[in-house]
Every structure is written in C-alpha cells, then in structure tokens.
C-alpha cells in the first residue's frame, strides 16, 4: 500500500507560479510511475505530467514547456513546478502512483486546489 500526501496548492495570478510537492509512504522506485492529474469544475480528470521509475517524462501539451516534474529520490517526493499558470490551469490536482502489479489499482492522493486568478 502507498499512501501520497499532496501540499503547496494555493491561489496565484496569472502569470504567476507555484510548487506542488507529493510524498510517499514508500520508496518511488516500488511503482512503475508517478504523476500529476488535475481536474477543473465540471470537466474529467485529465493527465498533466507522469515520471517512470527509470526516469521518463511525459507532458499534456497544454503545459509543456510551463511545468516540469521532478523527484527527490532521498525524500520520496514528486514535485510539480508550474511556472506561467494561466486560469485555465485552475482545478484540483492529485498525485497518482502507478502500481508495477496490473492487478493492483492506482494510488491516489487526497488533491490539492490550484486557483490561477487572471
């Protein structure tokens, strides 16, 4: 069982940015990727970013090249930089790790609230 534990949501400016931090109760390396979801008022739950345990990255197009995702191998954590948010960045964003089992579901964290005022 891995438990996350996302912080640093808050309210910005466009323009403006903000660091989203992920711990884990285990080692990132016990699941097959982690990453970064969000889900704006209304709309479904959409991929921002993942990190393979080997080091792959991907991005949705709407932020590449405004966020990046990184990982502190010593502390467990996945953090979200997100630099240039614009209102539509606005919504909850949730941690996901990836299990290596497939008959095991996702983990999530519990959401953090992301509110970029133009």
């Known amino acids: 069982q891995v438990q996350l534990v996302e912080s640093g949501g808050g309210l910005v400016q466009a323009g403006g940015s903000l660091r989203l931090s992920c711990a884990t109760s285990g080692s990132i390396f016990s699941v097959k990727a982690m990453g970064w979801y969000r889900q704006a008022p209304g709309k479904q739950r959409e991929l921002v970013t993942t990190i393979t345990s080997g080091g792959s990255i991907n991005y949705a197009d709407s932020v590449k090249g405004r966020f990046t995702i990184s990982r502190d191998n010593a502390k467990n954590t996945v953090y979200l930089q997100m630099n240039s948010l614009k209102p539509e960045d606005t919504g909850v964003y949730y941690c996901?790790?990836?299990?290596?089992?497939?008959?095991?579901?996702?983990?999530w964290g519990q959401g953090t609230q992301v509110t970029v005022s133009s």
């Open positions: 996901n790790a990836q299990p290596w089992s497939r008959s095991l579901s996702d983990y």
